[in-house]
């Protein structure tokens, strides 16, 4: 018997499907607010990009973003949780074609103790290495658990967005390899052992090639794991696509269920035009990353993926949305993805 339905299915059923799914009840609970008109206000990209893109007056656009920490990461890897809530927040600004500008944090703890103390550390290590400041935030050291939530400010000249990616277009994975799991989480770490300028090296190529207008569609890879991000994208710009997974980059040894479903620090799905592929590869290649051409975008709303002869539809969006709630209400608020 085949293992591909049961990939699809445990893909379906992961935690980081179900929190994305969570969104559209989010959103669902606007809906009736911005109908109203509260709320609303110039955003140049609609509800479901990495980040809030507000134009600047200037042919440019300011970002913003924010992320929230789950628990049990926080409990179980309080250093590591803290420096991922500034790096996950720098992936969303590069991913939008941006350059992060600042951070500021909320913070909650019981009292000013070791757990606090190393998700501080955490949050400083990754403003050092990225090279982005932490210039505020709010603390709360009398709270029953702890939590943690990072916001950043951003800003790009061209934007890349989840809402242009189109028919015929080839789906880019960009991934860095040269990592190793942080157990037990599906969280691959190609960061905090790489140097300092090449981290900010290698995400400097997505700006790069946005305003060299080699693509204007992207999203960074979050926890909803390569495939549900592919997903959001697809979902925002209306279209479908099929995904070869024998084509997805991954490292050695490493199953392919647990790679889905991962979340690997520097990984980025780009809707490039075919005439444009082979440059940005090679822009990836020529710094050591990982870049394959690993689907095709089509019309038909369905990610269908495939494995040698066989294919299993892994999601409709036609019949089923998976973040933007209920649809056709031309939305205009900020991220929530």
């Known amino acids: 018997m085949s293992a591909l339905p049961e990939l699809v299915a445990a893909l379906r059923d992961s935690r980081g499907f179900a929190h994305k799914r969570d969104i559209s009840a989010v959103v669902n609970c606007f809906d009736d607010l911005l109908v109203q008109g509260v709320g609303q206000m110039d955003q140049a990209v609609p509800l479901g990009d990495d980040c809030a893109a507000l134009p600047d007056g200037q042919g440019g656009y300011q970002l913003l973003a924010i992320e929230g920490l789950v628990e049990d990461f926080i409990t ?10 500034v790096m996950v927040n720098i992936s969303d600004i590069y991913a939008m074609g941006g350059r992060p500008t600042a951070v500021v944090n909320a913070l909650w703890g019981q009292g000013a103790g070791a757990e606090t103390q190393k998700m501080l550390a955490g949050m400083a290590a990754a403003s050092q290495r990225y090279g982005v ?13 702890p939590q943690l939530a990072v916001s950043i400010l951003g800003h790009a000249r061209k934007l890349l967005s989840s809402f242009r990616a189109r028919p015929g277009d080839q789906l880019l994975m960009a991934v860095d390899l040269r990592g190793q799991w942080q157990e037990p989480f599906p969280y691959w770490n190609a960061s905090t052992e790489a140097p300092a300028e090449r981290l900010r090296a290698d995400l400097e190529l997505l700006p790069e090639i946005a305003e060299a207008g080699l693509c204007e569609a992207a999203k960074d890879i979050s926890m909803a794991g390569t495939l549900g991000t592919a997903l959001m994208l697809l979902e925002c710009s209306g279209v479908g696509a099929i995904v070869d997974l024998d084509a997805i980059p991954r490292p050695a040894g490493v199953p392919l269920l647990r790679w889905l479903t991962a979340f690997p620090s520097y990984g980025f799905i780009l809707s490039v035009r075919p005439e444009h592929v082979a440059a940005v590869q090679q822009r990836f290649e020529a710094r050591g990353l990982a870049c394959a051409a690993v689907g095709e975008v089509k019309a038909a709303r369905q990610l269908i993926v495939q494995q040698g002869p066989e294919w299993a539809l892994l999601w409709n969006l036609a019949e089923q949305p998976f973040i933007q709630g209920t649809p056709a209400r031309g939305l205009e608020l900020g991220s929530l993805a």
């Open 76 to 85: 179980r890897m309080p250093w590591f949780a803290g420096y991922s809530s």
């Open 133 to 145: 400041p932490i210039v505020g935030g709010h603390s709360n050291l009398r709270s029953e658990r």
